[in-house]
């Protein structure tokens, strides 16, 4: 592979960079240009991006070296970017839905006084998110990783005045400052081992050094309990149903798109890593396969439309990671941009409709929205059946892919479970049919249940919907041929695709059709059986509504505990002893220049003793003070 | 003859009755007296000593203490006379202004 130096890499993460600073500064004057500025960066950057992509020839790679970062003794860090295929995938994903969703935020956030913050954070997570993927580093990855992050807890929480938003956005932060607490030890241990930080240089040094398996063991599960934090994995995932706090379009872009395939993404760029340590990822596909069941099984009984939605992303970032977890990268990125497409469509038709119904979110109130919301409706549909994995739709080749790579694993310590494992898997894939379908049926089949008249969105929000379910519809059959070879030049030439018929492909998105034709069953025509259901599951439907009080169970165990210890810190630590010391210098100080000061007297003849006391005290010295000495 | 011994003691009860009358007294022209009585001990023991030694160099001290003596009175009593003016009191415990 060759390396070129190119400077317009670096226009990359520049470009959002400068529209967040034009946007906030503009913006608090105009607050319409904001969204305007904002969402043309971000164009432009997609341009940028689109046409580095096509400048690449192949097995080339392109690097920027911005600066030198630090040198401490042999370590030197770069802040330098490298642009190779799989950067190239990332990037086009992170311009191109973002640019949508920028597009659809100038109509949703229209009359929302805040409106230039908005689009400086919106832009600012564009720069970081790029950061993270450009990074030729782990350290240039860590700032981007912090960077969204950051945009993150200040996107959710948005809306500050609201307690409850504020809280859920420092949830999300703190927890993900967990998961990157493991990130970083991971970082720590393989430069110590090998003195870089740089993928290259570490891909070379692994791989040379294949018997280290123990330390390998032990980095990967770090790294992947930093990608649990930020991709939203059992035990991190419980700020992301939190976070729909924030506005929609935060949704989509960050919690379904981009912020949290970051640890997806890490895991694809450290494949050389991963591959050496098969006990780690046994233990990464357990964790996947419970989570995606998990969170599915949450999604079943939810009643909030993003709710549904949000633990449907950590379900899928589950079927992500359990691909990674099987060594077929390929297939994982592959998902990554498949999801991309039909949850961003889903997130912003959900945002549409909460639009249309004035700030209605619960799917009860819902209902018949399709002859009102045509567009939003039909694109949600459309999305509907590629999450739930019909042929030909996107979700179909990836969902597909990803139990093939899942169930021909080779890893020694998966022998035993993976029928277990790929049960689950299918269940999985069952029932996010069947929870989506339901929540196409609450809210736009059927008839409406709220007290709102809902109406169609306007074009800036409509088309973004459009471009997003027909990608949905038509980019599977696309890239299934295509990344694969594409991508191998970074992740390796595992797992690979077969051509199948239309008839081949309709048999094997049976679990698909079935979740589909159950839930429309039930939520169109059996509607009082979804009832009786959830009455005669009591216990465990009960689970599945109180999200597996996963929450309570962390109250319970850890927050409380914290809590304690924050408030001993607070008050005994902080209050009484730090701020005692220095609060008592400062009366101690007070204190001996009163004392200093009752000489002061102003009396003569106080002076005049002193003064005499004084004198005495030198013809002592002079007259015994040899004696002393001696 | 007497001892000087004697004188010296002598000088120094009163030195020191002139100190302590300048710490503790409040009326400033008291204070003056012991500032003079303290001058005058001092006399005392520059001419016994002087006498004892046998050499003039004592009493010739006792002139140039005198001649300060007379001036400081002379400056004092008018320092004195201005605060009366200013305070319509010679008492030192109320010239306290520039306390701390």
Not at chain 1, 168 to 188: M, Q, S, T, W, Y
Not at chain 1, 233 to 249: E, H, K, N, R, S
Not at chain 1, 346 to 368: N, P
Request: net charge neutral; aromatic share 14%.
């Amino acid at each position: 592979m060759e390396v070129t130096e190119s400077s317009i890499l670096g226009l990359i993460p520049l470009c959002p960079l400068l529209g967040s600073l034009l946007a906030f500064v503009i913006g608090r004057s105009q607050k319409d240009l904001a969204g305007w500025i904002a969402t043309l960066a971000c164009v432009i950057t997609f341009g940028l991006v689109v046409s580095t992509v096509f400048s690449l020839s192949e097995g080339e790679i392109l690097a920027f070296n911005a600066f030198t970062w630090f040198e401490v003794g042999s370590f030197d860090v770069d802040f330098a970017l490298r642009f190779d295929q799989l950067t190239a995938v990332m990037c086009l994903v992170i311009t191109g839905v973002g640019s949508l969703i920028h597009l659809y935020s100038t109509a949703y956030m229209h009359d929302d006084q805040g409106r230039h913050r908005f689009f400086c954070y919106l832009n600012l997570f564009m720069f970081s998110m790029l950061l993270l993927v450009l990074g030729a580093n782990m350290l240039v990855l860590f700032v981007g990783w912090e960077g969204v992050g950051l945009c993150s807890y200040l996107l959710i929480g948005f809306w500050y005045n609201n307690l409850a938003y504020a809280s859920a956005g420092r949830k999300a932060f703190v927890v993900n400052r967990i998961g990157d607490a493991g990130f970083l030890f991971g970082i720590f241990l393989l430069y110590r081992q090998f003195d870089t930080v740089d993928f290259i240089e570490l891909s070379t040094a692994i791989a040379s050094n294949p018997e280290l398996t123990a330390l390998y063991t032990l980095v990967a599960f770090c790294l992947f309990i930093g990608a649990t934090g930020k991709s939203a994995q059992i035990p991190l995932f419980v700020w992301l149903p939190d976070a729909m706090a924030g506005p929609t379009p935060v949704s989509a872009l960050i919690h379904a798109a981009t912020m949290v395939t970051a640890g997806v993404y890490m895991m694809a760029r450290m494949n050389f890593l991963f591959v050496l340590a098969p006990y780690t990822q046994a233990i990464i596909a357990v964790i996947a396969v419970l989570t995606a069941f998990v969170a599915a099984a949450t999604a079943l009984t939810q009643n909030d439309i993003k709710k549904v939605l949000a633990y449907s992303t950590v379900s899928q970032l589950g079927f992500m990671f359990m691909a990674a977890a099987a060594g077929v990268y390929w297939v994982a990125v592959f998902h990554l941009v498949t999801h991309a497409f039909f949850k961003a469509c889903l997130f912003l038709g959900a945002g549409s409709v909460i639009h249309g119904c004035h700030h209605e979110q619960d799917m009860r109130k819902m209902g018949g929205l399709l002859k009102y919301m045509p567009v939003t409706a039909v694109t949600y549909g459309i999305s509907t059946l590629a999450i739930a994995g019909i042929y030909p739709l996107a979700g179909y080749f990836s969902k597909h892919a990803i139990l093939a790579a899942l169930g021909t694993t080779v890893n020694p310590y998966l022998e035993l479970s993976l029928n277990v494992l790929m049960t689950f898997a299918s269940l999985t894939a069952f029932m996010t049919a069947f929870y989506m379908t339901r929540s196409f049926a609450m809210t736009f089949l059927g008839d409406y249940r709220g007290h709102a008249h809902p109406h169609e969105s306007p074009w800036q929000m409509t088309m973004p919907l459009v471009v997003l379910a027909s990608l949905a519809l038509f980019a599977g059959i696309w890239l299934v041929t295509t990344l694969p070879e594409y991508l191998a030049p970074v992740v390796g030439h595992a797992g690979s695709h077969h051509q199948e018929s239309i008839i081949e492909g309709l048999v094997h998105s049976w679990v698909g059709i079935l979740g589909v034709l159950v839930g429309l069953l039930l939520y169109t025509k059996l509607l009082s059986v979804p009832a009786a259901l959830f009455k005669a599951l009591r216990p465990l439907s009960q689970l599945s509504l109180n999200k597996f009080y996963f929450d309570e169970i962390y109250d319970f165990l850890i927050v409380r505990f914290l809590g304690r210890i924050s408030q001993f810190l607070f008050k005994t630590v902080d209050q009484n002893m730090i701020d005692g010391a220095v609060n008592g210098t400062a009366a101690l100080v007070e204190v001996s220049g009163e004392v200093a000061r009752s000489t002061q007297s102003g009396q003569v003849r106080h002076y005049a003793l002193y003064m005499f006391v004084a004198t005495l005290a030198v013809l002592f010295f002079f007259v015994f003070g040899g004696k002393i000495g001696g | 003859m007497v001892p000087v011994s004697y004188y010296l003691t002598l000088s120094a009860i009163m030195f020191t009755v002139g100190v302590v009358g300048v710490v503790v007294r409040r009326n400033s022209i008291v204070v003056f007296m012991c500032i003079e009585l303290m001058l005058n001990a001092v006399n005392l023991s520059f001419v016994a000593l002087s006498h004892y030694l046998g050499n003039l160099n004592g009493q010739i001290a006792v002139f140039f203490v005198m001649v300060v003596a007379a001036a400081e009175a002379a400056v004092g009593l008018a320092i004195i006379i201005s605060m009366f003016r200013a305070m319509k009191s010679v008492e030192t415990s109320n010239a306290d202004q520039l306390n701390g």
